[in-house]
């Protein structure tokens, strides 16, 4: 069994941006290796690859950040998730946040009015929406 400190990191600032690429690079591979321990504790029933791509997805997402001391924040972030996920202090919604798009065909938010009218009328087809 995991103890919950040994998972605990110090919170720090980056000397340079080489220091916090290493320090990204270091929690991108903690997060990848923990994909197949993530779906056998958490009992998802979302295959490894899966898990992988939306931790890439997640690294992808803040990949343009410039700011030393944004980095340092999310990275920062990054070991608290993580020590969260693997301590199995999240409950399985909090997870699932993150595959929601891929589950549900509805989550996405339409773009217009007209996009939206269409959806709506797809999950009720029947004829209950008549015109006054």
Known sequence: ????????QRTRSSANFQDASKRVIKAYRDWYRAAPE??????LDIPTPAIRSKIRQEFERNRY???LPVVD????KSNMEFQETMNYWKQIPQLMKYFRAEE????????DFM????EVRAIYPD??????
Do not use: E, H, S
Request: charged share 10%; glycine share 2%; hydrophobic share 50%.
């Open 1 to 8: 069994m995991i103890q919950p400190t040994a998972l605990a």
């Open 38 to 43: 993530i779906g056998t504790l958490y009992v």
């Open 65 to 67: 950040v410039t700011q």
């Open 73 to 76: 924040m999310l990275i920062t």
């Open 104 to 111: 549900d065909p509805r989550a996405a938010i339409p773009t």
């Open 115 to 118: 996009t939206c009218f269409l």
């Open 127 to 132: 004829d209950n929406w008549k015109a006054y």
